[in-house]
């Protein structure tokens, strides 16, 4: 049987990266994002047979939204067996002047949306005993970031914890549960938050003097996703050229 993969926020940059390379591997892949008609149109330039790609609106702030995603993927697809948990929104706002508000809305959607994909995706899949989550947290989770805001590096470092407490949640239904922690990629987001002088200073600070590659991501995400990655779980695999070492 096809393998199949559901990934949020993927209708552009690392999320859509991830998707490519899931379906490269050989996975059927829902293409999940707050705006269908972008979705659908990532998709299309993926599959333009449509085979293997399905289109979904997926906001991951809504609970609806996910449940709804799920039965669609299995009624077009007939199981899912992994999730990435990957849609995110970026602030930059210095850490004085984030009102409680801004922050209420950083937390609830970027954390909050992986708690809730964990439980709806996590719960279908430990019933079927077998799956293969991985959230996507964020260097800024663990160094308290740089080029982004505190809210940002909140739930982001919050994303790490969550793994850890799903893995041993969902562990006995066969379920593994594994967080990536990208340093700044190559990639629409950062060239637009990094303007171009500033793109010297920020690669100087790097001791692999490079951007990472948002395919490598997607390459770790079908390693994490093999039947033989069952000893990896509540791991989170850090990507960041040397900016944050254990
Ligand atoms: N680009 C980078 O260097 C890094 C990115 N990350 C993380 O990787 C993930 C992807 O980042 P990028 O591709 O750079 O971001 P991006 O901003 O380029 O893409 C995010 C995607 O998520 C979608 N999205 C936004 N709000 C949504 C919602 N409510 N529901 C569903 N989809 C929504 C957007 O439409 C977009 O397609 C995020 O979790 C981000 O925090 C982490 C570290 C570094
Ligand atoms: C602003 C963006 C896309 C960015 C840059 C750097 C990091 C990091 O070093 O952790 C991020 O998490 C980002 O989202």
Known sequence: MTQVALVTGAAQGLGLAIASRLFVAGYAVAITDLSLER??????????????????????????????????????????????????????????????EEFDRVLSLNTRSVFVGCQVFGAHMAAAGYGRIVNMASLAGQNGGTATGAHYAASKGAIVTLTKIFAKELAA????????????????????????????????NIPVKRLGDADFLGDLVVQLARPEAYFTTGATWDVNGGLFMR
């Open 39 to 100: 979705a659908e149109a990532a998709a299309d330039r993926l599959d333009p047979s449509g085979e293997r790609c399905l289109a979904l609106k997926l906001d991951v702030a809504s609970k609806a939204d996910f449940e709804a995603a799920l039965t669609a993927t299995l009624e077009r697809f007939g199981g899912l067996h992994v999730v990435v948990n990957n849609a995110a929104m970026t602030m930059t706002t210095p850490v004085m002047q984030i009102s409680p």
């Open 173 to 204: 239904g066969g379920v593994t549960v594994n967080a990536i922690a990208p340093g700044p990629i190559e990639s629409p987001a950062v060239r637009a938050a990094v303007p171009a002088e500033r793109m010297e200073g920020l690669l100087a």
